[in-house]
């Protein structure tokens, strides 16, 4: 594996990352010997975020126009990155490593939210489990996603966990599990109060968007 480029484009994701990232710390006795087995795999998935990172510096520098200032000027940036940068050595899902490549890389341009919004995004990219979000992007579109399943919608009516079933298969007759997640998405006020997953509905309703002003914010924040 290829170190991250210490000169050129990638300098500047290197130097940042490098500040925000603290080693696990070498302790005597019993917590040696658990440092010295976690050592590797966390240098690994340190290695492989700080090369993530430099690629999303060097897709940013070829968008100058799209940047609200030049990324060695942009404290909004470096603040997206640093927080990003913890919550990447917390995560192996691809799915969340995503979600803050793209933040970060959305923390630099003309239409980031403000500063606020985008730390109160990175922490639930941070809170949040993937099936939080594949929910989430499910009540923002149901038609698009239901489309994109591939499969046919044939359901004369029901509550919303059979649109989950069908858009996110894994969730397939888990409904107190559905019904958990809603109310996380809720209380963060990202769906709207009231998206119970077992109400009875017509097809029509439960195809209606779900998703907030701050959901739909925050779904084009990690896209």
């Not at 050592?39 to 897709?59: H, I």
């Not at 359901?155 to 649109?163: D, S, V």
């Not at 809603?182 to 109060?193: F, H, K, P, T, W």
């Amino acid at each position: 594996m290829e170190k991250p480029p210490k000169e050129g484009k990638g300098a500047i994701a290197l130097k940042i990352a490098e500040a925000g990232i603290s080693a696990i710390p070498v302790i005597g006795g019993p917590l040696a010997v658990l440092s010295e087995f976690l050592a590797e795999p966390y240098s690994r998935r340190q290695q492989s975020w700080l090369e993530q990172l430099a690629g999303v510096v060097s897709e940013l520098q070829d968008r100058v126009s799209d940047l609200s200032k030049p990324l060695d000027d942009n404290e909004q940036f470096l603040t997206a990155v640093l927080h990003a940068n913890q919550i990447a050595m917390r995560t192996h899902q691809e799915e969340k490593l995503r979600a803050l490549r793209n933040a970060v890389r959305n923390s630099a341009l003309k239409s980031a939210p403000d500063d606020d919004r985008q730390l109160i995004f990175l922490r639930f990219i941070d809170e949040l489990t993937i099936s939080h979000i594949r929910v989430l992007a499910v009540f923002d579109d149901p038609v698009a996603v239901v489309a994109a399943a591939g499969k046919r919608f044939q359901i004369l009516g029901g509550g919303l966990q059979l649109l989950l079933f069908h858009c996110v298969p894994e969730l397939n007759g888990q409904g107190p599990f559905c019904e958990q997640l809603c109310r996380d998405l809720e209380n963060r006020g990202l769906i709207a109060q009231g998206s119970k997953v077992n109400v009875m509905m017509t097809p029509q309703g439960m195809l209606t968007p779900r998703t907030t002003d701050l959901g739909k914010q925050f779904l084009a924040f990690i896209s």
